[in-house]
Nanobody
């Protein structure tokens, strides 16, 4: 069992930067692939970024490549999402997710590949 708690969401201006954190409890974190998803009002939840449990591999949605960076610290049971050059269209609730029982190198990108989800943190980018 893994519990995930996101933090760091807030109101920022367009062009600004923001860092999100996701603290995990439970014994499987170091062997779980981690991901960030987001859901804007009236839209489906979408993949933003993911990292393998080894930490060696990452993947990003095209709309955040070059602007967002995902990282993890297994010693702290925490995954991070550093966001820069934020745009109003980045406004959404951001969710952290964990996927267990996956190969060490694999980065899941689809909702159903993740077993555990956090409650989300609101990011609002003003124009």
């Amino acid at each position: 069992q893994v519990q995930l708690v996101e933090s760091g969401g807030k109101l920022v201006q367009a062009g600004g930067s923001l860092g999100l954190s996701c603290a995990a409890s439970g014994r499987v974190f170091s062997r779980a692939a981690m991901g960030w998803f987001r859901q804007a009002p009236g839209k489906e939840r979408e993949f933003v970024a993911g990292i393998s449990w080894s930490g060696d591999n990452t993947d990003y949605a095209d709309f955040v490549k070059g602007r967002f960076t995902i990282s993890r610290d297994n010693a702290k049971n925490t995954v991070y999402l550093q966001m820069s050059s934020l745009k109003p269209e980045d406004t959404a609730v951001y969710y952290c997710a964990a996927g267990s029982s996956l190969p060490y190198y694999y980065v899941p990108t689809r909702n159903h590949e993740y077993d555990y989800w956090g409650q989300g943190t609101q990011v609002t980018v003003s124009s």
